[in-house]
Every structure is written in structure tokens, then in C-alpha cells.
């Protein structure tokens, strides 16, 4: 399977190693024609607003919001599940994203920079060791969002058809269990 991720801003390199390592090929994603090659998008951990700024300029911010509503699978980590939201608190005024899940999510919600912190949860019924970096975490799931991990008693890994986000960046530890969740749960029959 071809799983493209969006390497405009942020750590979209450790996103295409952790694609890699599952046994996929990983393609940078950068125009509209390679966004058109790939199964499905990874959308990594990063800056919101720059990403968006930067998918329009790159003339991708639509071709990516079209891709998701006709169902390409596709992952946000971190600024990826804000990129995701149907709605975003605490972000810039008239903050855009690509959207499709029906979230509201809270940007920076555990804090700055320095707040950042690795804790163990549990993701999908499984340990996992998370990172968080100036994480967002979901406020509000609607009524067709499923809830696979929480933190600080708010839902921080979600599924909604084929989409899926977390606030956390597995891609930073050697833990592959998101990736594979991704790939053999919503990429399945690609």
C-alpha cells in the first residue's frame, strides 16, 4: 500500500520511518499528483496553522478536504487531529482545517511547550507509551465518533469512519501499535 504523508511543516520524517518499519511504501506529499497516488494520508504532528497556510499555497488544502469527505483514509497526529476537527477551541480567529471528524478539539489544551509530558495509557484495549507536545485533547465527540484512548479524563485517540486522530506522537517512540491500528483497521481492503 502507497501511504502518503503530508510533509509541508513538522515531523512528517518520522511518520514516513514508523510507514516504512509496517512494510508500506511511504511517499512524500507535497503536490496534488502525489496526493492523488497515495492509499492514504498521514497528517503529522506540527503547526496547525502553518500546515493549512502551507496546504494552500501548495495549492492541496481543497484536494485534501475533497479526498476526506470521499473517504480516503487518513490520520492526524497531534496538529493532525486538529487538522481533522470539525471544530477547534483556542485556535486562531478563523482558524481553518481540513475537517471530516466530528470533534471539537482544544488546541494546546495540556499546556505550552514546557508542559510536555510522555505518560502510559491505554490505546484500543492495549499499554502504549504516549508523548505529548503541546497537545490538543477532544472536548466533544459526536454521535458517530468512537473513543480509543483518554487522558486527563478527555478523549484523546478517535475514530470516525475512515478517519483517525490522536493528540499524542506514537511516530516518536518505537511503538508501531497506532500505525498498524491505522493500516489494518481503517486502511483495510486497499
Request: hydrophobic share 40%; charged share 25%.
Amino acid at each position: 500500500m502507497k501511504v502518503g504523508v503530508l510533509a509541508l511543516q513538522g515531523d512528517f520524517r518520522e511518520h514516513l520511518k514508523a510507514v516504512a518499519d509496517c512494510g508500506h511504501a511511504p511517499v512524500d506529499v507535497r503536490r496534488v499528483s502525489e496526493l492523488e497516488s497515495v492509499d492514504a494520508l498521514i497528517l503529522p504532528g506540527g503547526e496547525s496553522t502553518t500546515i493549512v497556510h502551507l496546504a494552500q499555497n501548495f495549492d492541496l488544502y481543497q484536494p485534501i478536504r475533497d479526498s476526506i469527505s470521499k473517504g480516503l483514509p487518513v490520520y492526524g497526529s497531534c496538529a493532525g487531529m486538529i487538522l481533522l476537527a470539525d471544530r477547534i477551541v483556542d485556535g486562531i480567529k478563523d482558524q481553518k482545517s481540513f475537517g471530516g471528524l466530528d470533534i471539537t478539539v482544544r488546541r494546546n489544551a495540556f499546556g505550552r511547550q514546557v508542559d510536555s509530558f510522555e505518560s502510559d495509557l491505554n490505546f484500543n484495549g492495549k499499554s502504549l507509551h504516549a508523548v505529548f507536545i503541546r497537545a490538543p485533547w477532544v472536548e466533544e465527540v459526536g454521535p458517530g465518533v468512537e473513543v480509543l484512548s483518554t487522558a486527563a479524563d478527555h478523549p484523546v485517540a478517535v475514530r470516525q469512519g475512515n478517519l483517525l486522530a490522536t493528540s499524542f506522537h506514537p511516530e516518536l517512540t518505537e511503538d508501531l501499535a497506532v500505525h498498524r491500528y491505522f493500516f489494518e483497521e481503517i486502511c483495510k481492503g486497499r
